[in-house]
């Protein structure tokens, strides 16, 4: 799966086609108003592409189209191994165009574009490779009965699903989506974030083009108290999945009770602990993961280590390490292979990312590097590595979700503190320790409140770990064959077998 790397990027990116329709039924389509929004390049500010706008007329449209192919069976009734077929033909086409979704997904959000050709694209045609080859494994179950009876627990997809999109990841949170929604049988409909709607259009075009049924998979582009919020209001969805922020979150679960009672799965957003106590098992693996761990897409993931938790006894010596790998990343131009830290993604972000800056400057916390906007002449929406000394745990660049390329670090004098410390948030998405103390990590990860617990690395997973949070981080389980749970119910179902 390996692209071959353009010499010139900025060149390439002239000549890129845009998606500029709404995908639904199987064709690209004008939204109903006629209107069109814009999608901005973060790196410069400037209009990438006018797109057309969807709203609750468009989302009924898409969510017809689904339902009318869920029941007419186009795509569940199909025969499993057709449907792998088309799964695997739609991958097919993903690598083919592998370079050109690199190219949208670094123009359309910020993000660098060496990481969207060696994580982002890599890592979103391996979920649809491994919940294609996953569908023909799923089995259904018998229940012990007498011998007169026969029960039969069927695993049966919900019909038709909304997926509501971040901006940080698009392509991967899509096929995050997709990738289980469409194994279990289901037909869907996405409304891709309204700042980088550019990827989902893509392969939803590629779909149709290796064979997926018409009106299985639908995309809207839209803003979300619009397009999102009719969605999330609408009678005919039987489950709306969402990855975004906390506060949003919370509308989706006043949309189902206000509408059909829908399901929910929530993947919702987080202020992970990063814990390194005084015997982790290397202080510069450690002093990298860190770094790498808050800055990585510009800090603009839900499981970021955006909380550095560090033993008092080894702090000052640690934070240099820190300090120094942080000043050591380019921060730049995301069309270059060398940049580490590209743009925001959009100007409002950005301004909030300063706020929270400003904010803990103000509350006391000692202003190490970074802090400020940078390559303002670009037109762009950069902020630089910031890290931040002698954050109390109550101080809301500890507490509060920041979403960006800003690390709080935090003293502590024991493990028992800093479970207190890393579960006094409201967040519990991720967490990760570092210790060469093999009881010390067991009962520190036992304590801990969080979904995904990583010891001695951060960030690492494959698709058969699931993620997802506790508490406010939301619910239900994205990867794995636990994210069919979302997506299906069980039926059961008694045989008698008596004659008489």
């Known amino acids: 799966m390996e692209a071959k790397i353009p010499q010139d990027w900025h060149r390439k990116s002239a000549t890129i086609k845009f998606p500029r329709e709404l995908f639904i039924n199987g064709r690209f389509v004008k939204a109903m108003s006629g209107k069109l929004f814009a999608t901005i390049n973060p790196a410069t ?20 189209a689904a339902r009318q192919s869920f029941d007419k069976g186009l795509w569940v009734r199909m025969s499993i191994a057709d449907r792998k077929k088309i799964m695997l033909r739609w991958l097919e086409l993903m690598e083919k165009n592998f370079n050109d979704l690199a190219l949208l997904e670094t ?21 649809i490779r491994w919940y294609a080859e996953t569908m023909d494994k799923i089995c259904d179950e018998i229940a012990p009965t007498g011998y007169d009876s026969v029960v039969m627990v069927r695993r049966e997809p919900l019909g038709v699903i909304g997926a509501v999109l971040p901006w940080n990841f698009p392509l991967l949170m899509a096929t995050w989506k997709i990738g289980p929604i469409l194994a279990a049988g289901n037909s869907l409909v996405i409304k891709p974030a309204e700042q980088s709607p550019l990827t989902t259009l893509k392969i939803a075009e590629l779909a149709a083009e290796a064979g997926l049924p018409e009106g299985v998979l639908n995309v809207v582009p839209g803003f979300g108290e619009t397009a999102g919020q009719a969605l ?21 679960l006043r949309y189902a009770g206000d509408s059909n009672m829908k399901r929910v799965s929530l993947e919702c957003g987080g202020k992970s ?12 693996v450690a002093a990298t993961a860190a770094a790498w761990g808050i800055f990585y897409n510009q800090g603009e993931a839900c499981s970021a280590g955006s909380r550095l938790l560090v033993e008092e006894k080894i702090k000052d010596r640690f934070l240099e ?48 590097c970074g802090g400020k906007r940078a390559i303002e002449a670009s037109g762009g929406y950069f902020v630089e590595p910031t890290v931040f000394d002698r954050v109390q745990p109550n101080m809301k660049i500890a507490q509060e979700e920041i979403f960006g390329p800003v690390l709080s670090v935090i003293t502590f004098k024991d493990a028992e503190e800093a ?30 409140r969080a979904g995904t617990i990583w010891v001695n690395s951060y960030d690492d997973g494959n698709m058969a770990m699931p993620f997802g949070g506790f508490k406010q981080s939301g619910f239900g389980r994205d990867k794995s064959l636990h994210a069919l749970d979302k997506y299906t119910d069980w039926k059961s179902v008694w045989v008698n077998l008596k004659t008489s």
């Open 107 to 127: 123009l359309d959000v910020g993000k660098p574009i060496r990481d969207s050709l060696a994580v982002d694209i890599p890592l979103s045609i391996n979920c």
């Open 321 to 368: 390490k820190v300090i120094a790998i942080t000043k050591k990343i380019k921060l730049g131009d995301p069309l270059d292979p060398n940049t580490g830290i590209g743009a925001i993604i959009d100007q409002k972000q950005m301004q909030r990312v300063l706020g929270y800056i400003d904010i803990g400057q103000k509350e006391g916390a000692k202003l190490l």
């Open 45 to 64: 500010g400037q209009i990438l592409a006018e797109i057309a706008e969807g709203d609750r007329y468009d989302i009924d449209l898409a969510v017809k």
């Open 419 to 448: 479970v207190r410390i890393a579960n006094n948030t409201i967040y519990g998405l991720a967490a990760a320790v570092w210790t060469s103390d093999i009881t010390k990590a067991f009962r520190t990860t036992q304590a801990l």
């Open 273 to 284: 602990p990063n814990i390194v106590m005084a015997d982790a098992p290397n202080l510069d």
């Open 232 to 252: 999330g209001k609408h009678m005919d969805v039987d489950c709306l999945a969402f990855t975004g922020s906390t506060e949003v979150g919370k509308y989706f």
